[in-house]
């Protein structure tokens, strides 16, 4: 049972448009969201996290949007670049009571073509 | 500034077969995580430790064992190395892991096992 799922394993989009990733969770006791970005060969990067009590959270060209009614969330890039193509993985934090643990999703390959 | 390394980055085992997976990191975290990741199903978590001398079990730990006697070391295992321990291991580290602390990850121990 995939508590955090990404349904897309990957996306193609244009130099300069607009990258939308998208994660969607069971656990409604999820208490924060991250995104970690991994190149090839490398470990994840944390990238950019958002809190259960907001619904957004922006770093330059990173913003992440959350909708709690629907337990999904959603990784906006804009503009895309070709240096941002890589996989993204969405994860959650367990409240501490329920062990606290980091869970990933399945990642989401972002190809972004000049 | 090295933070998260992990040894040894590529190895080949025969079924059977014993070997571990060296991890250190310089932040002085309390925090470390062995996770893999098989393709299509995102990072599971293998063992865990909040601090020296605790270890935890995750997702997924058959098969593995763990040990953290000093702060910087978390030694990965693999007492009879089988065909489904094939996979991208990565070690990480945190000060904690409630509240959104950020993860930092190693570049990652691509174990094939034949």
């Known amino acids: 049972d995939q508590q955090v799922k990404q349904n897309s394993p990957s996306l193609s989009v244009q130099e300069g448009r607009i990258s939308i990733l998208n994660c969607d969770y069971t656990?409604?006791?999820?208490?924060?969201f991250l995104w970690y970005k991994k190149y090839p060969a490398e470990g994840p990067t944390f990238l950019i996290s958002i809190s259960s009590i907001k619904d957004k959270n922006e770093d330059g060209r990173f913003t992440v949007f959350l909708n709690k009614s629907a337990k999904h969330l959603s990784l906006h890039i804009v503009p895309s670049q070709p240096g941002d193509s890589a996989v993204y993985f969405c994860?959650?934090?367990?409240?501490?009571?329920?062990?606290?643990?980091?869970?990933f999703g399945q990642g989401t390959e972002l190809s972004v073509k000049p | 500034n090295a933070g998260v390394t992990q040894t040894p980055k590529f190895r080949i085992l025969k079924i059977g077969q014993s070997m571990t997976l060296q991890c250190t990191q310089d932040m002085n975290h309390n925090y470390m995580y062995w996770y893999r990741q098989d393709p299509g199903m995102g990072l599971k978590l293998i063992y865990y430790s909040v601090g020296a001398g605790i270890t935890d079990k995750g997702e997924v730990p058959n098969g593995y064992n763990v040990s953290r006697s000093t702060t910087e070391d978390f030694p990965l295992r693999l007492e009879l190395a089988a065909p489904s321990q094939t996979s991208v291991y990565f070690c990480a580290s945190s000060y904690g892991w409630d509240s959104g602390n950020t993860i930092y990850f190693g570049e990652g121990s691509w174990l094939t096992v034949v």
């Open positions: 994860a959650a934090t367990e409240p501490s009571n329920q062990g606290g643990k980091l869970i």
């Open positions: 656990n409604s006791m999820f208490d924060y």
